[in-house]
């Protein structure tokens, strides 16, 4: 469920392996997961667009070396020395796979940094674009991903999908502190979701934190059966 608030060890747990690094492709089989942040002290450069129903990620630097002291000054790869693809090579192959119409757009989980240890799912979306753009200076990879509604029709044309929006993330901090990290009905710490006090499909908004409040997943499900 997007919104949902996990530990890194919970989202290690749900992915069933050990997530060391951002962008993971193929991670198990038939989706790739990517751990994004929009912190201005982040390492990457990642934001929302389009009323938060789109992603721009940022692709990642060389793996910092002997060779290769200073990461942040050289061009982000594509590939390594041998020629095998990297991270940023697979997932841009991929977009250009969708692009070409080649196969549909890739499945991509997103995982959201909020503070150290907690981690906000934003659900999934489609990678639909991918390019290479000049930062200050030097070359880095810029993938675009689109929220979708419906996990389950994921090969459908991502035009044809409803577009979801995520929250913005002031908006999840701001909450986060507001409600002191507890469910706002009994206090639970665990299993947490950001939930909107007026549905979407109610006119609700999640662009301020008045709209959004802290349940834990019984509470959450509890007011599920009685919007029902
Ligand atoms: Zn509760």
Not at 37 to 43: D, K
Not at 55 to 79: F, M, W
């Amino acid at each position: 469920m997007p919104n949902e608030i996990l530990s890194y060890l919970e989202m290690c747990q749900r992915e069933g392996c050990n997530l060391q690094r951002g962008m993971n492709f193929r991670l198990k089989g038939s989706h790739s997961v990517i751990l994004m942040s929009v912190h201005p002290n982040a390492p990457y450069a990642d934001r929302l667009e389009d009323n938060g129903t789109t992603l721009i990620y940022e692709g990642h630097d060389e793996n910092r070396t002997a060779s290769c002291p200073q990461p942040k000054s050289v061009d982000q790869p594509h590939a390594t020395g041998n020629g095998t693809l990297t991270q940023n090579g697979k997932f841009a192959q991929a977009a250009q796979n969708y692009k070409d119409g080649k196969q549909p757009p890739e499945h991509v989980r997103v995982y959201e940094k909020l503070r150290v240890g907690i981690w906000s799912y934003n659900g999934v979306f489609h990678l639909v674009d991918a390019w290479r753009e000049k930062a200050t200076n030097r070359w880095v990879f810029k993938f675009r991903l689109v929220a979708v509604e419906n996990e389950g029709e994921g090969d459908l044309p991502a035009a044809v999908l409803e577009r979801r929006r995520i929250i913005p993330t002031q908006v999840k901090l701001e909450v986060w502190k507001r409600d002191g990290g507890r469910c706002t009905q009994c206090g639970a710490i665990d299993e947490l979701h950001f939930d909107h006090v007026l549905p979407y499909a109610r006119g609700g908004t999640s662009i301020t934190a008045e709209n959004v409040q802290l349940l834990c997943a019984r509470h959450n499900l509890q007011k599920g059966d009685k919007i029902l």
